[in-house]
């Protein structure tokens, strides 16, 4: 297990010789500070120095060198450095959050806002038609870099990527399993949210 996490944290920076200064740069230093920094995530022993550890903080402080194809004052847009496809690019915080419910809405909503413009310049670039776009939130769903990152996959018609694009579809339980994962799901969002930016905001949900 640790053995895959390392190969895949590895895979987002560039192991070996440093291809031409045209194309792999360093990018310019940022804070990389969020207020997170105390919380232990799993398989991090270092509990309050994960930001001195994490991959892509030292990429923003410029600290390690990254293909940068889009940059501002928020985010930072880089290619995997161990595509899924060609094209295969990252969107990232300049501040650091440990996953998607810690990252303040704004932030969230600064690194949507580019995926239109970004993604479709990837998609010309590699001649591609489609994209995915993809967040693994936690250990379960495959998160192994505690720094929330948006990937944006690039797709071509018959590509096979995912294994899972073959698998049957189950249909959903429409007299009892949905009515029940309805009821729990709206239960929990009735519950008071801990985030600051979420009081106040109503909710007006209503049966389809």
């Known amino acids: 297990m640790e053995a895959r996490r390392l190969s895949i ?9 440093t291809p031409a200064p045209a194309r792999l740069v360093p990018v310019p230093g940022s804070s990389c500070d ?9 398989g991090d022993s270092n509990k309050g120095n994960r930001q001195d550890n994490c991959v892509f903080c030292k990429i923003i402080r410029g ?3 990254a293909f940068k194809l ?13 595509p899924l496809s060609r094209g295969h690019s ?5 501040s650091h959050f440990c996953s998607l419910k810690a990252t303040p809405p704004d932030v969230v909503a600064a690194m949507c806002s580019k995926v239109p413009f970004i993604s479709s310049a990837i998609m010309k670039a590699t001649d591609s038609d489609s ?8 250990i379960a769903a495959g ?3 505690f720094h929330t ?20 579809r189950r249909p959903l339980n429409l007299d009892q399993e949905a009515p029940r994962l309805v009821d729990r799901v709206r239960e929990q969002l009735s519950l008071p949210d801990d985030s600051e930016d979420s009081k106040g905001q109503g909710s007006s949900l209503t049966r389809n």
């Open 9 to 17: 944290l590895c895979s987002h920076i560039c192991p070996g010789p």
């Open 34 to 42: 969020s207020g997170f920094s105390n919380e232990q995530q799993p």
């Open 63 to 65: 600290e390690a060198p």
């Open 70 to 82: 889009y940059e501002d004052d928020i985010c930072l847009c880089i290619l995997d450095i161990n």
């Open 90 to 94: 990252l969107i990232i915080p300049k």
């Open 131 to 138: 994209f995915n776009l993809l967040v693994n939130n936690g």
């Open 143 to 145: 998160q192994v870099i």
């Open 149 to 168: 990152h948006i990937h944006i996959i690039p797709r071509k018609a018959l590509d096979c990527l995912w294994a899972s694009e073959s698998l049957q």
